[in-house]
C-alpha cells in the first residue's frame, strides 16, 4: 500500500474552502442568469403578442 503524499491540512482547508466559495458563486450567477434570460423571453413574448392583439381600423375614404 501506498503512503498518501503529505499535504499541510491548511492548504486543504484553504482548498474546501475557496471551492465551496466558487460553487455558491456559480450557483449565484446561474440563477442571475436564468432570471435574466427569463424576463428577456417574457418581454419578447409581450411584444410578439402586441401586433396580434391590436384592433386595425379600415380607413374610410
Known amino acids: 500500500m501506498a503512503a498518501e503524499p503529505y499535504v499541510p491540512r491548511s492548504w486543504i482547508s484553504t482548498h474546501l474552502t475557496r471551492r465551496e466559495t466558487e460553487r455558491r458563486r ?13 424576463t428577456s423571453h417574457d418581454q419578447a413574448d409581450k411584444t410578439k403578442a402586441r401586433p396580434a392583439t391590436a384592433v386595425s381600423t379600415p380607413c374610410a375614404g
Open 26 to 38: 456559480r450557483e449565484r450567477e446561474r440563477a442571475n442568469t436564468e432570471r435574466k434570460a427569463a
